[in-house]
């Protein structure tokens, strides 16, 4: 690959927003269609899952001919998904066969226009249904059904439940499913304010791990970072995708036999590498932050002699023929021990990144303690230091074991 580049990486002259650039140009963006009746909640539902507002999303312009109803494409530069809102039918009025139509040629029409790019199709649909009206219209049921007859993941949601009783709530929930017993069907609200009912009746969570779960592996990057909440499954595609790729990455900047000075830990090639994992990191949960100020102490020499003398003897026991080398740390890197401290970082920034956004984050997605504050040297070292001593918990091995066999091949 060429003569290294082992200058010390130069935190002042690193172009932040170019690279963070680069992590969203990576981004492909998923399709989610939003349908229902006029007046079932739409707004709220997508400004409440997807923490948006009209002064979040642009409108991008009508994606149906003049004659229809049409439906509108909502997204922004800073969005990594793309929604479109069907503006509704007027339940028992005449056009309701006509969004019919609509919304069913929509979704054909997508497929059609170019068969083999995925990435322009419709992923998914959310129908939503308003339990305030207390039935399930034969509208509803067939425009349910001819997307089902679509093969495109449909999940319906009963919106409005604070206007209905729990009585009333369980009837039509009933009905629904008797109709549609291989679909899954969600309640929500976003009046609610009893804890305890919300719990019980305001599926948030479990509409969004449908949503991650319906989508293709690919649209993740996408889908993930457009989500409130969601923790849980935006900390397993980071493990097992973000810090994975970062760490091949990482991998392919030594060759299997080369042993390159220590200096290499903080070197221009692995220190951009990881520097834009955190900010995959930091894009995939969400979290708002000053690029250069919050980075600075994960691109400090500090730090990368830290994770050097940290996890020098920890490697010693994994990486047999180093055993031979009495020096570790002065003696140099090789690929695996690349891999290892590129893995070792992403999960310690994961782990800081949760504590933060489980302890410092009320219900409403606002901080309690700024993410500078809680950022620090000190938190990423003790995590660091955590991650050292349980790599087998966070796959470590497995992680740099399948980077480098495939730098390898």
């Known amino acids: 690959m060429g003569e290294l580049d082992l200058k010390k990486f130069d935190i002042e002259r690193f172009d932040f927003d170019q690279v963070f650039s680069e992590v969203r140009q990576e981004i492909q963006k998923p399709n989610i269609l939003i349908c229902g009746g006029t007046g079932v909640g739409k707004s709220s539902l997508v400004n409440d899952i997807f923490h948006l507002s009209g002064e979040d999303m642009a409108k991008v312009g009508l994606e149906w001919s003049p004659e229809t109803m049409g439906v509108q494409k909502f997204t922004s530069d800073s969005s990594t998904v793309n929604l479109y809102d069907s503006q509704g039918y007027e339940i028992g ?3 309701d066969e006509l969004y019919l139509r609509d919304i069913v040629g929509f979704i054909d029409a997508k497929r059609k226009e170019d068969p083999l790019n995925i990435a322009e199709h419709i992923h998914e649909v959310w129908y939503c249904i308003s339990a305030g009206n207390k039935r399930f219209f034969d509208m509803d049921r067939k425009l349910i059904e001819e997307i089902r007859n ?3 993941p449909i999940m319906i949601l009963l919106t409005k439940i604070d ?4 009585d009333e709530l ?8 008797e109709a549609f017993p291989e679909l899954a069907v969600f309640t929500y609200s976003t009046f609610i304010r009893d804890e305890a009912i919300r719990r019980t009746y305001v599926q948030k969570e479990a509409i969004t791990s449908w949503a991650v779960a319906h989508i293709d592996e690919s649209l993740l990057g996408g889908l993930l970072p457009a989500l409130s909440g969601a923790i849980d499954e935006k900390a397993k595609y980071i493990r097992t995708t973000i810090v994975p790729k970062y760490t091949g990455l990482a991998v392919g900047t030594v060759t299997a036999t080369s042993f390159l000075p220590v200096s290499f830990v903080d070197s221009v090639p692995l220190m951009t590498i990881q520097v834009k994992m955190a900010m995959n990191i930091f894009q995939i949960l969400g979290i708002n932050y000053d690029i ?9 020499s500090t730090l990368a002699s830290y994770i050097g003398r940290t996890l020098s003897t920890k ?4 990486i047999p023929y180093i055993n031979k080398v009495t020096k570790f740390v002065e003696a140099g890197v090789n690929m695996t021990v690349a891999g290892t401290i590129t893995a070792t970082l992403g999960m310690a920034i994961l782990t800081v990144c949760v504590n933060y956004m489980k302890t410092c984050l009320d219900p409403d997605g606002k901080s309690k303690v700024t993410f500078a504050e809680f950022f620090t040297t000190e938190a990423l070292q003790s995590a660091i230091d955590y991650v050292g001593d349980h790599m087998r918990e966070f796959d470590i091995e497995t992680i ?3 980077a480098t066999a495939k730098k390898q091949a």
């Open 93 to 95: 009025m005449e056009n």
């Open 292 to 300: 250069k100020s919050t980075l600075g102490s994960i691109a400090g």
């Open 170 to 177: 369980q009837a039509l929930k009933s009905t629904v499913q």
């Open 315 to 318: 490697l010693l026991g994994m």
């Open 400 to 402: 740099v074991n399948k």
């Open 163 to 166: 206007e209905v009783s729990a």
């Open 150 to 152: 679509l093969h495109v």
